[in-house]
C-alpha cells in the first residue's frame, strides 16, 4: 500500500492536515535538540520528512531512517539528496520489528506517524528500547483521536469522508486512506501507549496532545 501512495504521500499529509504536520513535527525535533541528541534513528521514516528537519534544525546531527517501503525509501533518498544532505541522512530499506543496529546505537529514535502500522507495537518498543543508549530519548508522533464531544463528529466526517474521497483522487489507490481512520482508531493511546512504552523498559514517559487532540507526541528515556 505504502509503495503505491509514495508519489502521493507528501501531499496527501500536507493537504489533510491542512499542513498543520509541520509544527507538529517541529515540536518533536526541538524536543531532541533539547536532549542533545546526534546519532539519530528515524523509524518509518517514510520519504524523510523528519530525518530532514532533524538535519537542518541539529547541524551536528547524523542520521539513518529505516522503512520497509522501497518506494518511499527511493522518494526520500531524492529528497535528501536535493537538500544536500546526503553526508548526514541515509536511508535503509528494512522490517522496523527486526532492526539490524546494534544495541545501544543512538542518542535518540523517532518515528512520525508510524507506530500505528506495527504489526506488533510491543516487539517495535522492545526493538527500539534495544538500540537506543542509556539516557537515550524515543520520541513518537503519532495521530490520535479527539476526545472531545464536540471536536468529534467534525472529525469523523473528516476522517472517514472527506480524506478518503481526497486520497482516491490523489493517490489512485481505493484502499490507502480508508485504512487511515481505521489504523487510528486501533492503536494505543494516551496512558496506554505510554504503558507500552514503559513495559519495553523505558522510564519517564510522557505525552502531550496537539489541536484538540488529533495528534499526540510521546517520549520516553531509557535507563542510565
Not at 124 to 149: I, N
Amino acid at each position: 500500500m505504502f509503495d503505491n501512495i509514495a508519489p502521493a504521500y507528501d501531499f496527501m499529509n500536507r493537504a489533510m492536515t491542512l499542513g498543520i504536520d509541520r509544527r507538529w513535527r517541529r515540536i518533536m525535533v526541538d524536543t531532541l535538540a533539547r536532549h542533545g541528541a546526534v546519532d539519530i534513528l528515524d523509524v518509518a521514516t517514510g520519504t524523510g520528512d523528519v530525518a530532514i528537519q532533524i538535519a537542518r534544525t541539529i547541524p551536528a546531527s547524523i542520521l539513518t531512517g529505516i522503512d520497509l517501503s522501497e518506494n518511499m525509501i527511493e522518494m526520500g533518498r531524492k529528497k535528501i539528496a536535493d537538500a544536500g544532505l546526503s553526508e548526514r541522512i541515509t536511508l535503509v530499506q528494512g522490517d522496523c520489528l527486526e532492526l539490524q543496529m546494534p544495541d545501544n546505537s543512538f542518542d535518540a529514535v523517532t518515528v512520525a506517524y508510524g507506530v500505528r502500522n506495527f504489526s506488533d507495537l510491543r516487539k517495535g518498543y522492545r526493538q527500539m528500547a534495544r538500540v537506543l543508549r542509556p539516557g537515550g530519548l524515543l520520541a513518537v508522533l503519532e495521530l490520535s483521536t479527539p476526545r472531545s464531544p464536540l471536536v468529534r463528529p467534525f472529525y469523523n466526517i473528516y476522517t472517514r469522508c472527506i480524506i478518503p474521497a481526497v486520497g482516491r483522487l490523489v493517490s489512485k489507490d481505493s484502499s490507502a486512506y480508508t485504512y487511515l481512520p481505521k489504523s487510528i482508531e486501533a492503536v494505543p493511546q494516551g496512558d496506554n501507549m505510554l504503558a507500552l512504552m514503559r513495559e519495553a523498559g523505558l522510564t519517564d514517559a510522557h505525552c502531550r496532545r496537539f489541536t484538540f487532540g488529533v495528534c499526540t507526541l510521546y517520549t520516553a528515556v531509557k535507563p542510565k
